[in-house]
């Protein structure tokens, strides 16, 4: 049992990973996460259920992570009063999230002190909440504006400086309020939730199949990464395991993806340094990857590639070969990259002590995925929580403790080498078969499942619960950018304003992945 | 003494250098930016893209703030007419035009100046945090630079005698070649501030996207259609003069004289190779090196002002 609390009573899921699910009373919750938190444990996602048909109360599920793996709270709240007690003082990445299921479902946390709208941004009317089964999408629309008090700097000299949502650049959008004095960052805060689109709404009138599609598309860049966790959560409902060719497969998949988004940020990272010429170099790498991927498997970011029950592409030995050959050429070609960042002094320069997260600070913070590894934040699912394929991998996890840009950089580069590893070892591995792919078409009654997938950017979390008729009634993607978002508005503080593109880019993290 | 019909020469070969430098500056931004994407294993968009871009914005209808005020409006042609202005002054394609007897190269500056206190009051003028964050930078940038850019044309005043560009000119490109140890320090010198002024790595990027990173392109944000055209392609021009103000200074041999009509085709080759070359260089530079912190700008800039002043310390102590 990884919790012992009186109140809990835990039931092991048949999953991929570690986990395990229970319930427990609003009043025990703090207890608990308390528990987890003095364990050295972390909160992975926080979301809520309206579970009022079938059991006349909202559900609350909390999904904590220590060493020995996943646990999932789930805190009925009454269907009139639906409270909970808060729990960002423990973990404080809860409070976005609070502020999010607040947003969705209505539900709250008591003594929770930012009651601003986090998603909601006035598309539908503050008195109503789209993730409740009796929300009526046609009658809700409003163009009432939200009022969303910045917090203010006061003294001589200071002012702000807002910048977004809509940026100079083709980026997602999202507005950041910066109060500084000369060009030193005294603080920043984020404002994030243009990109809501429903998701989470639109799953619920889906197919298992239909929602793969979706799951793949929450956050393009990691879209491998999504579909997988969304296929772990339906393969753990309906107690299926994929065939080992499968998961050999899978792992391929993501470890290509994890190679294009790193071999892409190195290259911005140059480019925001005015390195064009790193940018121009890493992109070529990244471009030869994406077209490795449309010729082998018949999309450049590999969407729609996994599937619930399994994948449907394969690889035959002149793949294999292509592969190989790929793996050789970036192996060689990024290593003489890597010595021309190494030795560049404007470019360290730049990097070296520029937004830097203390370990301390990441770990009371929750940062999480590689900008947390680049903390010190020994947390890697490949590693910890080695799900098939990866318990036979023995993957080697890149952590650094200096916390800053240069160290973020380190670690991508570390990554992508330890990927180009996996890669070829996977090669081996692999048997080619001309298996039909075994799909997954439905799911038992009132199941539960969660996957867990170590993305480039960090875990990856889908939980899916089902309704009576085994038909999907809440999915929940979870993305990392939810704990490392807070975490960029402390690595500017003390910065100057032009290095906030830079620390920026080197946590990279995602907008649509968490506005849903 | 000058005749009416050296007089007629002179305008003549005046007009022709206005024209020529108008119409060959975004050719010259188009060069630095292909040699760039040469280097940088892309293709590039090909030499006349910045002429392209000047036809997209002026055919684009402008859209301007409402609370811009009339110097808003004003500013692109004041800083079009500085830069066309500077260009007509530095002997390009020969020595004595009729422009260069009105300024010297105090006044040289004093133009640089005023096109930048216009451009600084407009970005200021909207009023947007963007427009003030890259006026400040801007000021801090060139109130450095500016006394490192005088000192190395004082430099070169002292060796001709004079503050006057054809003067100054005319010295160098007439001496046998030379040496000068003072000169060569100017010219370190005078690269520092090229880079500086016209905006280019490291101390400022002109391609990016990003917009609190900005000096230049933060200032003209706001500007659309013709007016960002003319902002456009009067930093081609800036970077024009510069560039010339640098052959002037530094490689002159080969400039015509008014009135050698059989010199000028060669001047005009000439001046073709020297820009190209000088734009490959700075293509180079730009490449090898990346954008510094802001803050190690007034170093960077230091060292320009400082090797200036040692060059004019070597003119006293060697005369030469």
Known sequence: ?516 | MMTDYDLLFAILFQLAQLLLVVLLAPLLTGWVNQCQAWLQNRSGAGVLQPYRVLRKLFHKDAVIAHNASPLFRVTPYIVFGCMWLAAAIIPIIAVDLPFSQAADVIALVGVFALARVFISLAAMDIGTAFGSLGARREMLVSFLAEPALLMVLFTASMISHSTQLPRIVDTLAHHQFVLYPSLAFAALAFVIVLLAENARIPVDNPSTHLELTMIHEAMILEYSARHLALIEWASSLKLFAYISIGIALFIPHGIAEVGNWAGLPLAIALLLLKLMLAGAALAVLETVMAKMRIFRAPEFLGTAFLLAVLGLLIHFLLGA
């Open chain 1, 1 to 516: 049992m990884p919790i012992k609390h009186p109140g809990l009573n835990l039931k092991r899921l048949t999953d991929a990973v570690p986990a395990w699910a229970g319930e427990v009373a609003p009043h025990a919750l703090p207890e608990i996460c308390q528990q987890v938190r003095d364990g050295g444990g972390r909160l992975v996602a926080l979301w809520g259920c309206d579970a009022r048909e079938q059991r006349g109360w909202f559900m609350l599920h909390v999904a904590l992570m220590n060493e020995s793996g996943l646990v999932c709270l789930g805190v009925p709240l009454p269907a009139h009063h639906p409270e909970y007690p808060d729990i960002s003082h423990i973990f404080p990445a809860a409070g976005r999230m609070q502020r999010a299921a607040y947003d969705l479902l209505g539900i709250y946390a008591q003594e929770g002190h930012d009651h601003r709208k986090w998603l909601r941004h006035g598309a539908w009317h503050s008195g109503s909440f789209p993730l409740r089964k009796d929300f009526d999408a046609t009658a809700s629309r409003t163009a009432e504006a939200d009022a969303y008090p910045f917090v203010q700097v006061e003294g001589q000299g200071v002012h702000e400086i807002p910048v977004g949502p809509v940026h100079a650049g083709i980026i997602e959008p999202g507005h950041f309020r910066f109060s500084i004095i000369g060009e030193r960052v005294l603080r920043l805060e984020e404002r994030l939730g243009y990109v809501h689109k429903g998701i989470e709404k639109r799953f619920e009138s889906m197919s298992l199949q239909q929602g793969a599609k979706l799951a793949g598309r929450v956050s393009g860049d990691s879209t491998v990464a999504y579909a997988w966790a969304y296929a772990m959560a339906a393969e753990s409902i309906a107690g299926v395991t994929p065939s080992s060719r499968t998961l050999w497969l899978r792992a391929l998949l993501l470890e290509r993806e994890r190679v294009a988004n790193h071999l892409g940020d190195l290259g911005y990272l140059g480019n925001d340094v005015a390195l064009s010429f790193g940018f121009a170099q890493f992109w070529i790498l990244k471009e030869q990857v994406l077209r490795n991927n449309a010729a082998l498997f018949g999309h450049r970011y590999l969407m729609d590639r996994i599937v619930p029950g399994g994948v449907t592409v394969n690889l035959d030995a002149a793949g294999k070969r292509v592969i190989e050959e790929e793996c050789a050429m970036l192996e060689r070609e990024v290593r003489i990259l890597r010595n021309i960042y190494d030795e560049h002094a404007g470019v360290q320069d730049r990097f070296i002590g520029t937004g830097r997260v203390e370990p301390r600070l990441a770990a009371q913070l929750g940062l999480c995925g590689m900008a947390g590894r680049a903390s010190a934040q020994a947390w890697d699912a490949r590693v910890q929580f080695a799900c098939a394929p990866y318990d036979k991998l023995d993957v080697k996890m890149a952590t650094y403790r200096n916390g800053d840009v240069a160290a973020r950089v380190i670690v991508r580069f570390d990554e992508l080498f330890e990927s180009l590893r996996l890669q070829r070892e996977i090669m081996v591995n692999l048997i080619h078969d001309k298996e039909a792919p075994a799909l997954l078409e439905t799911l038992p009654a009132n199941g539960f499942g969660i996957g867990l997938v170590e993305g480039w950017r960090g875990e990856v979390m889908v939980a899916i619960h089902t309704d009576a008729e085994g038909k999907l009634a809440r999915v929940h993607p979870h993305d990392p950018s939810w704990q490392n978002w807070p975490l960029l508005e402390h690595a500017v503080i003390d910065n100057i304003v032009p290095d906030f593109p830079l620390i920026n880019k080197s946590f990279n993290l995602s907008y649509t992945g968490q506005d849903l």
